[in-house]
């Protein structure tokens, strides 16, 4: 069967029509396909609500703005018509909200549901609506008292700076400069300090290496010096030392005995020791004795008569 031009043409007009149709509903936000329910909302008018705008319900996007019309005496309030698929039960307490969806602008419609398990809302019921500030309108009452407070800052900070302050920053510029001078010089010092000190305990550490080695090569005869003493030690701890310590204090006990019988005047040494008379007459015995020494050897011949040999 031959299909004339003319049929094709009509086909294509209508799948062109319908097309046209459908695509023009999708703008407008609504969906040929799905079955929905219309409601209408009153609310200030929002720049950032238009045709289209998405309707979230609980983190979901369940339906889209499909009108916008101005109210007749009020200028500042609109009339919002909106669809919400048909399966979402919305109730008859619910609230619609503006918000912003960002900080750089952006507003969607936000169904707060009450209880679905009471009266619901209706196709072409009027919901009630509030608006609800965005980041930005929410940070604008501290944001102004921010720039009022460094306004003021900024105002106490010029007037703080004046001419002699100025001078008085140059200079403190200036004494920081000659710290930091002062700190990289002395950091130089410090380098090369440590440098030389690092040769010195370089030659120390080889010292004490020297010393461990020599320790270590000698350990064997430090061994045998200290068995040698703890030998001469066992001999001296070994020896007769109790004997000789009796015969140290019977010699003593001895002298005592005799230093008491000279006290005591027994004996010659002790007479002689206690006898005060016996001792003077031993005195004047020796001088008067020394003195007839020393006559006789002046006068030999007085007391000792020589005979003359004859001729």
């Not at 009027?126 to 460094?150: C, F, H, R, W």
């Not at 016996?278 to 007391?303: C, F, M, V």
């Amino acid at each position: 069967m031959k299909v004339s031009n003319e049929t094709k043409v009509g086909v294509l007009t209508v799948v062109a029509i319908v097309c046209l149709i459908l695509g023009f509903n999708l703008l407008k936000g609504k969906n040929l396909f799905t079955p929905t329910h219309v409601y209408y909302t009153k609310m200030n008018y929002n720049p950032g609500i238009a045709v289209s705008t998405a309707i979230d319900l609980d983190g979901f996007k369940v339906g889209s703005v499909t009108n916008i019309e101005m109210t007749q005496g009020v200028q500042s309030e609109v009339i919002i018509e909106f669809t919400v698929n048909k399966k979402f039960k919305i109730s008859k307490d619910a609230v619609i909200s503006s918000y912003s969806t960002g900080i750089l602008g952006g507003n969607a419609l936000k169904i707060y549901n009450g209880d679905i398990n009471g009266p619901l809302s209706k196709n072409r019921d009027t919901l009630a609506s509030k608006i609800e500030l965005g980041m930005v309108e929410n940070l604008t009452p501290t944001l102004a008292k921010i720039k009022e407070s460094l306004t003021s800052f900024l105002n106490k900070l010029d007037s703080t700076f004046t001419k002699d302050a100025q001078k008085d920053l140059s200079v403190v510029i200036s004494n920081l400069k000659d710290i930091t001078e002062n700190v990289k010089t002395l950091t130089v010092k410090t380098n090369d300090v440590v440098s030389k000190e690092g040769i010195t305990l370089d030659a120390t550490l080889k010292n004490a290496e020297s010393i461990t080695s020599n320790i270590k090569n000698n350990n064997d005869d430090i061994t045998a010096s200290i068995k040698n003493l703890k030998k001469s030690t066992d001999q001296l701890a070994q020896a007769d030392l109790k004997n000789t310590i009796e015969e140290a204090k019977k010699t003593i006990e001895e002298l005592k005995k005799l230093i008491a019988q000279i006290n005591s005047g027994q004996g010659s040494l002790g007479m002689l020791a206690t006898d005060k008379k016996l001792y003077e007459s031993l005195l004047s015995a020796s001088t008067n004795l020394d003195a007839i020494l020393k006559e006789l050897q002046k006068n030999p011949g007085k007391y000792v008569p020589f005979k003359k040999n004859k001729k």
